[in-house]
């Protein structure tokens, strides 16, 4: 059962003696803390209700002896960029990777000062200034490395309102994302409110807009569904990262999803061996089995057994302890507290990871449709974490550090890109080729997908739809078993693009297929007449003009063409066509010829795209003059 995160602070050090304090960065020298106590805050509020989410970093701050937050340090403490890429082997990868690869960091409500607080974090460490980047076509552009925020519906504004909590969230996330891959573009995308719903739909725009890693350090205070929520995560050949929670034993949403990186928490201390660090299992790192997701490929053909046939978190792991967290620039001020601040959670952990997953990309990493499989492939390739708790249950690996697969730190923690760019297979699940020869035909209210299969099988389909080219987002709730399907959820001159990918019996998802587009086009055809004329001689009595309403089913049809004779008694003639008005009317004149004579006006034709002339003479056809 999760505890409750008083409980947890009050068992990792709700008063902390000074000498527990956080770690400096070698650059650094740390201020006075001297007759002071440190304490963790979380600083986003516990979820009033399971489908809103909770931010999962905690501040490291001190109180003094009245318990007020003394507001900090003007330098920074805690980990830096360098101290981050030597505990987990990238400081050649750091420097070398990322130019072009676009991470993004999705969080609720704003921070206003997310780019000049970015800026100043990455001054002060020494990595490259950030560029702006632009959003256009569908895509994120600029030279690296740029930075662009976003809100849920990738628009550069209006934003949503802010919040000081998730600011600090939002710095931490940026800066984590800075630390471990520089020269990586930063997207950042700003959901209108911490529901599941809005964070999703912010998931949703990172993916269409190009990012090849998503960021999520939040999660539900309970297991939610993939059937209510996964569609929002699934988001094939993209590593989208999630925090597995700050509150110990007990499992969060988005964390226990088949579509995500499970990221759980590590305590990182300096140390004498050959690496020069250690970690054990963080005690308030989220862990165990999900109620809803069954036990995707990868961890099945690892031989985890732990959940049964359930999803089992974490994954993977990074440094999340707040007394050995990491340094944050926010000047958004929030609880007192603003300027360089520390900080620990899963939080930290998310962004750390989803960034290992960029720079391996950036490397030239060659990933399956979902890269939460890479690490099983190459366990080995990862520093196992064997010590630590995160509580008590059964069985113990689910909450208790060991050798190989544990929940709170899953495979273990990053060491260099081996575990993460696909050099060690893909976590022992099946390989399925996409389909192939996608074509999308456009109906009345519908649209006609057929493919060909991919060799192997049988495999059913998942179809992704969208609005604009490369910007599909799953579409089907249930899978596809035939290689056709007609969809009907579409409005008439529309254009829509799809793509599709096949799905293994072991869950196994393919890259997608080529993209299709069709535009769907009412067909119905509907019968148009011609109404009694209105015959309308001038005042001088030379020429006369005649007007011919065109109806369907009593309304006005505007655009018809309309071809007639007029013919008189006299022997004149005249032929002549017009096209009908928005009130549905078409008006013809002639001169008068002789005195007496009648007219009389005959349809040739009708036409109207859509319509069908019925073929009848209006009435009131003749008129003497």
């Not at 015959?535 to 049809?557: D, F, Q």
Request: aromatic residues 8%; hydrophobic residues 30%; charged residues 10%.
């Amino acid at each position: 059962m999760a505890r409750r995160l008083t409980t947890f602070l009050a068992a990792c050090g709700l008063a902390v003696p000074v000498a527990l304090a956080v770690p400096l960065t070698s650059a650094q020298a740390a201020p006075s803390n001297t007759g002071l106590t440190a304490r963790n805050v979380a600083v986003c509020p516990t979820p009033q209700n399971v489908d809103t989410a909770q931010c999962h970093a905690i501040r490291h701050e001190f109180v003094d002896a009245n318990g007020k937050p003394v507001n900090p340090n003007v330098t920074p403490s805690g980990y830096g960029p360098s101290d981050l890429q030597s505990a987990y082997g990238l400081t050649s990868a750091s420097s070398t990777y990322g130019a072009g690869v676009t991470i993004a960091i999705v969080d609720a409500y704003d921070d206003p000062n997310a780019a000049s607080d970015l800026a100043t974090y990455r001054k002060q460490f020494g990595l490259p200034a950030m560029n702006t980047c632009t959003v256009s076509g569908g895509t994120v552009a600029g030279t690296s490395p740029c930075f662009v925020k976003v809100n849920q519906k990738g628009q550069v504004g209006p934003y949503p309102r802010a919040n000081g909590g998730w600011a600090q969230e939002i710095s931490l996330d940026l800066d984590m994302a800075s630390a471990i891959c520089p020269h990586c573009n930063i997207l950042l995308v700003e959901a209108s409110s911490a529901s599941m719903t809005n964070l999703g739909a912010a998931v949703d725009t990172a993916a269409s807009l190009g990012a090849v890693a998503i960021s999520n350090s939040y999660g539900s205070s309970g297991d939610l569904s993939d059937a209510s929520y996964g569609s929002y995560y699934n988001h094939p050949g993209v590593a989208v990262t999630a925090s597995t929670g700050d509150n110990g034993y007990g499992v969060g949403y988005p964390a226990t999803s088949d579509y995500t990186v499970a990221v759980g928490g590590t305590t990182l201390s300096q140390a004498s061996n050959s690496r020069g660090w250690s970690e054990t299992a963080w005690s308030g790192a989220g862990s165990g089995c999900s109620t809803y997701q069954s036990e995707p490929a990868w961890q099945s053909s690892y031989g985890l057994s732990a959940c049964g046939s359930n999803r089992a978190i974490a994954d993977v792991s990074a440094d999340a302890n707040p007394n050995t967290g990491v340094a944050v620039y926010d000047s958004y001020s929030y609880q007192g507290m603003s300027g360089w601040l520390v900080f620990g959670g899963t939080s930290v952990s998310s962004p750390i990871i989803a960034s290992v997953y960029a720079l391996a990309k950036g490397a030239g990493a060659s990933w399956p449709a979902y890269p939460a499989a890479l690490p099983y492939g190459d366990a080995a390739a990862l520093y196992d974490v064997t010590g630590g708790s995160n509580g008590s249950c059964t069985p113990s690996v689910l909450c208790t550090g060991g050798p190989g697969w544990d929940g709170p730190t899953g495979l273990g923690t990053p060491s260099g890109l081996a575990a993460f760019d696909g050099s060690g297979g893909s976590g022992g699940s099946t390989t399925v080729s996409a389909p192939t020869s996608l074509l999308a035909t456009p109906g009345d209210g519908s649209v006609s997908l057929t493919w060909t299969a991919p060799s192997g099988g049988p495999y059913t389909y998942d179809v992704y739809r969208g609005t604009n080219s490369g910007g599909e987002s799953l579409l089907t709730t249930s899978p596809v078993s035939g290689t056709t399907y007609s969809d009907t959820t579409v409005a008439n001159g529309t254009t829509y693009y799809y793509y599709v990918t096949a799905v293994a019996s072991d869950g196994t998802q393919s890259s997608p297929s080529n993209e299709a587009s069709a535009t769907p086009t009412s067909t119905t055809i509907q019968t148009m007449s011609v109404g009694a004329l209105t015959w309308t001689p001038a005042r001088n009595g030379k020429s006369l003009s005649v007007t011919a309403p065109v109806t369907s089913t009593g309304n006005p049809v505007a655009g018809a063409t309309v071809s007639v004779t007029i013919t008189g008694t006299d022997g004149s003639s005249a032929s002549g066509s017009g096209t009908t008005g928005s009130s549905g009317t078409v008006t013809f004149k002639l001169s008068r010829t002789t005195t007496g004579t009648k007219y009389t006006l005959t349809v040739k034709s009708v036409t109207a795209n859509g319509y069908r002339w019925d073929g009848s003479q209006p009435g009131n056809a003749s008129y003497t003059m």
